[in-house]
């Protein structure tokens, strides 16, 4: 898990289910009021902006693909592109212990909590893909852009102006099974 929250001072957790929406909670009041957060595009080294850019790209062109795949019942390239997401995801890549380092102190906590979201996202894109499941691929597809829109409105406003101000809900980027609707239920 990406995110210490401390929830000590909060009751005890009724179990591994409730800790998970304590801290989904948590990050929702840390989300909403970062929203109109400070961009992090300023905070990021030269190299690690490229990496990002690169990588959003890549992820973009695969969502154009999956979206194609997907409604045509192409069930093996929603598999295959769920699947690439997954592993172009940032944080995954062979970034040095320097540059995560450098990712971490950079970002804060709700954005690395997108990221992740997203990254669980696609994981269950791919598998829902294999399982040629048409309705979970919809589904997902839809909870993934809206993590896309949700970071984007929240910490990318410098370059993404028409997402400033924007009303976007707050549970978008957030991780499905903190939502209590993980489409996996
Ligand atoms: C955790 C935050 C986060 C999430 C989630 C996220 N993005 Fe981004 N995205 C960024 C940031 C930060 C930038 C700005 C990069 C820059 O310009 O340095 C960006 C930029 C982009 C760009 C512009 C790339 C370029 O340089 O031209 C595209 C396209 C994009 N994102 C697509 C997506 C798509 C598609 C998704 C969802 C499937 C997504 N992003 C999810 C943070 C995020």
Redesign the pocket.
């Known amino acids: 898990m990406l995110s210490p929250l401390s929830s000590r001072s909060l009751t005890p957790a009724p179990g591994r289910r409730g800790a998970l929406v304590l801290a989904t909670l948590v990050a929702l009041v840390a989300s909403a009021s970062s929203l109109a957060a400070d961009p992090?595009?300023p905070e990021?080294t030269p190299k690690l902006?490229g990496l990002?850019?690169k990588e959003?790209?890549q992820?973009?062109q695969a969502?154009q693909e999956v979206y194609s795949a997907m409604l045509q019942g192409r069930h093996a390239v929603v598999a295959e592109k769920g699947q690439a997401?997954h592993d172009s995801f940032i944080l995954e890549q062979s970034l040095t212990d320097e540059d995560r380092q450098d990712l971490k102190a950079a970002v804060p906590q709700a954005?690395?909590q997108?990221?992740a979201?997203?990254h669980e996202l696609s994981a269950s894109l791919a598998e829902a893909g294999q399982a040629q499941d048409t309705a979970r691929q919809v589904a997902l597809y839809g909870r993934?852009?809206e993590?896309?829109v949700?970071?984007?409105g929240a910490?990318?406003t410098d370059?993404?102006e028409g997402l400033e101000g924007a009303d976007i809900p707050a549970g978008w980027?957030m991780a499905p099974s903190a939502q209590g609707n993980d489409p996996q239920d």
């Open positions: 992090v595009r990021l902006q990002l850019q959003m790209l992820i973009e969502m997401i954005f690395l997108m990221d979201t997203l993934m852009t993590s896309c949700a970071c984007h910490y990318v370059r993404f980027g």
